[in-house]
């Protein structure tokens, strides 16, 4: 009667200390997810757009939806992502010149405005002042593919080799992808 009584109590005890051990992971994945939301609203609030934002794939999908397209396009899948850089690009030159020859009696302006550059100038005396402005937005996805040059049991005992990094470039005004010159990525530290 008492060896009953203690495995009863023992399996009790194991199964209640197996409760409060899921309960402390729980606890423990609620409170990473509390500090990367809470790391995500301050980076947005303070419009800190050189910070990190962490995002799991179904938060990425239901608020970047115009992103997930351009990966579609691109042929990567959102899984393999695992840094996306968002850049806008802005670029502004004014020339004057001087002509020696002529010289033009009124004022002349003139304006071209296209969707990624803009161009202004005047014509006045003998000056002729251009204004030129190029802006583009692009975005730098960095990814990873299976390194299939390595057979499936080697991969599976080296799993730092088991992928490989590659990075992509999408302008929005030229629609379409730039190559990429150089990609390093730096470890052992």
């Known amino acids: 009667m008492n060896i009953k009584n203690t495995i009863k109590i023992v399996i009790v005890a194991f199964f209640l200390l197996g409760?409060?051990?899921?309960?402390?992971?729980?606890?423990?994945?609620?409170?990473?997810?509390n500090a990367r939301l809470t790391n995500n609203q301050y980076t947005l609030i303070t419009n800190s757009y050189?910070?990190?934002?962490?995002?799991?794939?179904?938060?990425?999908?239901?608020?970047?939806?115009?992103?997930?397209?351009?990966?579609n396009k691109l042929?990567?899948?959102?899984?393999?992502?695992?840094?996306?850089?968002?850049?806008?690009?802005?670029?502004?030159?004014?020339?004057i010149t001087v002509l020696v020859q002529d010289?033009?009696?009124?004022?002349?302006?003139?304006?071209?405005?296209?969707?990624?550059?803009?161009i202004r100038g005047i014509i006045k005396d003998s000056l002729i002042?251009?204004?030129?402005?190029?802006?583009?937005s692009l975005d730098v996805y960095i990814y990873r593919s299976p390194n299939k040059a390595l057979?499936?049991?080697?991969?599976?005992?080296?799993?730092?080799?088991?992928?490989?990094?590659n990075a992509a470039v999408y302008s929005f005004c030229q629609q379409d992808t730039l190559t990429v010159k150089k990609f390093i990525r730096i470890y052992g530290r």
């Open 19 to 33: 409760i409060i051990i899921y309960q402390q992971v729980k606890i423990s994945r609620l409170n990473e997810d």
């Open 103 to 118: 010289t033009v009696e009124d004022v002349k302006m003139f304006t071209v405005k296209e969707d990624c550059y803009d």
């Open 50 to 71: 050189n910070r990190e934002l962490l995002l799991k794939e179904k938060e990425f999908k239901k608020l970047y939806k115009e992103l997930t397209e351009h990966l």
């Open 151 to 165: 057979s499936w049991w080697y991969r599976l005992w080296h799993p730092k080799d088991k992928w490989i990094y």
């Open 129 to 136: 002042k251009t204004e030129l402005s190029f802006r583009d």
């Open 75 to 95: 042929e990567i899948k959102v899984k393999q992502v695992e840094r996306i850089v968002k850049v806008q690009y802005l670029y502004r030159d004014t020339t």
